[in-house]
Nanobody, 117 residues
Framework: QAQLVESGGGLVQPGGSLNLSCAAS????????MGWYRQTPGKQRELVAD???????NYLDSVKGRFTISRDNAKNAVSLRMNSLKPEDTAVYYC???????????WGQGTQVAVSS
């Protein structure tokens, strides 16, 4: 059974940095587009960034230039480096794996990121 486990969230001051990591197991990692989503109370979950197996990347406009997504297909891992964090980046961040061709999608349990002084 597929499993995604996130780590690296926490509390950081505005302008600070965090690195989120997601370890995947139980799936053929190279088949999946890996992504990071975030959600705040009362709002829909939104895509922050995703990356295909061959390295094509999409970013939410508001994080372009500040966040960097990367993946290591050998280690079945995806990371999100977040720099210049703003209070509006505060959310629960979720790791996602999707294999659109077969309608498969998996979620991690989420990790809280709080940006506050």
């Amino acid at each position: 059974q597929a499993q995604l486990v996130e780590s690296g969230g926490g509390l950081v001051q505005p302008g600070g940095s965090l690195n989120l990591s997601c370890a995947a197991s139980g799936l053929t990692f190279s088949h999946y587009v890996m992504g990071w989503y975030r959600q705040t109370p009362g709002k829909q979950r939104e895509l922050v960034a995703d990356i295909t197996s061959d390295g094509r990347i999409n970013y939410l406009d508001s994080v372009k230039g500040r966040f960097t997504i990367s993946r290591d297909n050998a280690k079945n891992a995806v990371s999100l480096r977040m720099n210049s964090l703003k209070p509006e980046d505060t959310a629960v961040y979720y790791c996602n794996a999707r294999f659109t061709r077969f309608g498969l999608t998996y979620w991690g349990q989420g990790t809280q990121v709080a940006v506050s002084s």
